[in-house]
């Protein structure tokens, strides 16, 4: 009867909110800023999870440091879109962090992921990413915050696999996250939905999962290197099709030479916009996913209205 007793004891004191406080967390690693937005709010009151691609760095070709090198080597939790995306996480993962859990949210979200937009008469995306089936996928898919709602969820449920002393703050976060989500899904529907027929054009086709949420009118895409200024002859075809289209705003990004922007502009009757997919500026942290959706919203609504 004792040992029974002291059992209990134990195990009450193991799942102690006290006990839980003390308990170290999960070490887990993030590839982009808006992944890293939502795991960090899962963990909030855990850890802080370690991002990895940081300010307007690209998750295209990036390089690892040495500190986060070893941070791989000793991550319990690995959460990427994937390789066509973060190729860089490739060859670490298999050899640095082969211990670690991975999220790929590339095959978690398989069933989900839309095709890659046709370029049409705008020049074609330089990379392009395959499912193994012969379809181009689009992995821009943090930008529907019922997809944010999924990784949140996904997340939540791995973390207390691996941390179940922390079980119930992970439970409590999730569901706190997911009606965050909801809110602000409804608030961008109900923003957007006056602008959602205005014709626009992107430099970069990264925004078909939040134009697909919100049933916006993108009309074409360029891409344009902002270290390789084109051509006179690039620049008139641009703008014609600018006209042809009526399109009422061109949205660039913030790494686009403000100055090429207006050069394509001129004689367009378009307006100029940016919008940024990854929110290069914004402060790391469980409120960063938040401020970017709600940025796309507010620069959308702006350059159409």
């Not at 440091?65 to 490739?90: I, Q, T």
């Not at 690039?234 to 289209?245: F, S």
């Not at 922007?261 to 409120?287: H, N």
Request: glycine share 8%; proline share 6%.
């Amino acid at each position: 009867m004792k040992n029974i007793y002291l059992t209990c004891l134990l195990l009450c004191c193991l799942f102690s909110p006290a006990f839980a406080a003390d308990s170290p967390a999960p070490k887990v690693v993030v590839s982009i800023k808006p992944l890293h937005s939502l795991v960090a709010g899962v963990m909030q009151g855990v850890g802080r999870p370690l991002l990895l691609v940081k300010g307007g760095g690209s998750p295209h070709g990036y390089v690892l440091r040495p500190s986060e090198a070893k941070a791989l080597s000793k991550a319990d939790l690995v959460v990427w879109v994937g390789h066509e995306l973060e190729s860089f996480l490739e060859k670490p993962l298999s050899t640095l962090g082969k211990k670690a859990r991975q999220l790929e949210l590339a095959k978690y979200l398989q069933d989900k992921l839309l095709s890659k937009q046709s370029s049409s008469a705008w020049e074609p995306s330089t990379r392009q990413h395959h499912n193994g089936k012969g379809v181009y996928i689009d992995l821009h898919l943090w930008l529907d915050p019922q997809l944010a709602q999924q990784i949140v969820i996904q997340t939540g449920n791995i973390l207390t696999e691996i941390d179940p002393i922390h079980r119930s703050t992970y439970q409590t976060n999730v569901r706190r996250l997911v009606e965050r989500l909801g809110q602000l899904d409804q608030k961008l529907k109900s923003q957007l939905e006056s602008v959602k027929e205005i014709p626009y054009i992107v430099f970069h086709a990264a925004y078909q999962y939040f134009e697909s949420a919100y049933d916006l009118n993108s009309i074409g895409s360029i891409t344009i290197d902002p270290n390789r200024k084109p051509g006179a002859k690039r620049i008139k075809e641009i703008r014609q099709k600018i006209k042809q289209l009526n399109a009422r705003c061109v949205f660039s990004e913030p790494q686009f030479e403000s100055r090429l922007v207006a050069t394509v502009l001129e004689g367009t009757g378009a307006k100029a916009g940016s919008l940024d997919p990854l929110g290069a500026d914004l402060p790391e942290g469980p409120e960063a996913y938040f401020q970017l959706m709600t940025r796309l919203g507010e620069n959308l609504y702006n350059g159409l209205k």
